[in-house]
């Protein structure tokens, strides 16, 4: 099983600062299938970069996604008052799909 | 409009049963396959298991296999998660979601909370 880490576990910035969220696998992601999900409280995940980068349908391109093998990064440009929330990576490209712990993104 | 509607809160003693429901619109429910992931009280995601609607091919996560039971009715589009005894520990939000054939969850029900407690 894959294991998913993430870090930092909680981060406290202002709005239109910018984010960098790490996500790292115990082993290589076979075909970079890392996700991407956004939770607010109360409300269900939502997806926002599939395949390591590439942009869920509505989501702002303030997001993006990177990385490959065992290190992939979640990057917020410009903060919106919207973004503070949880972010939780997943990996899909081997059995059983994981997802990390994930960081919760708090403002300062 | 892709739309997962999940069946409501339970509130259930242990040892009881239970099946909760995804029914979903909008799209060919044999096409595409449904995940169910559950999120304990203030923690993070865990992957279940998913099922193909199609042809009910099922896949469990270990932690979960022999735990709980997917099944799907494609005559009404909908998804199920079964107990058979259920726990305290099963105390949980569970999510159902449409996901592709590599198990990307792109659109997600709106939970349903199970609250076992005697």
């Known amino acids: 099983e894959i294991v998913l880490t993430q870090s930092p576990g909680t981060l406290s910035l202002s709005p239109g600062e910018g984010a960098t969220l790490s996500c790292r696998a115990s082993q290589s992601v076979s075909s970079s299938y890392l996700a991407w999900y956004q939770q607010k409280p109360g409300q269900a995940p939502r997806l926002l970069i599939y395949s390591a980068s590439s942009r869920a349908t509505g989501i702002p391109d303030r997001f993006s996604g990177s990385g490959s093998g065992t290190d992939f990064t979640l990057t917020i440009s410009r903060l919106e008052p919207e973004d503070f929330a949880v972010y939780y990576c997943q990996q899909y490209g081997s059995s059983p799909r994981t997802f990390g712990q994930g960081t919760n993104l708090e403002i300062k | 409009e892709v739309q997962l509607v999940q069946s409501g809160a339970e509130v259930k003693k242990p040892g009881e049963s239970l099946k909760i429901s995804c029914q979903a619109s909008?799209?060919?429910?044999?096409?595409?396959?449904i995940g169910w992931v559950r999120q304990m009280p203030g923690k993070g995601l865990e992957w279940m298991g998913i099922i193909y609607p199609g042809d009910s091919d099922t896949r469990y996560s270990p932690s979960f296999q022999g735990q709980v039971t997917i099944s799907a009715d494609k005559s009404i589009s909908t998804a199920y998660l079964q107990w058979s005894s259920l726990k305290a520990s099963d105390t949980a939000m569970y999510y159902c979601?449409?996901?592709?054939?590599?198990?990307?969850?792109?659109?997600w029900g709106q939970g349903t909370l199970v609250t076992v407690s005697s």
């Open positions: 909008g799209y060919s429910f044999t096409s595409y396959w």
């Open positions: 979601a449409r996901g592709d054939s590599s198990g990307l969850l792109e659109f």
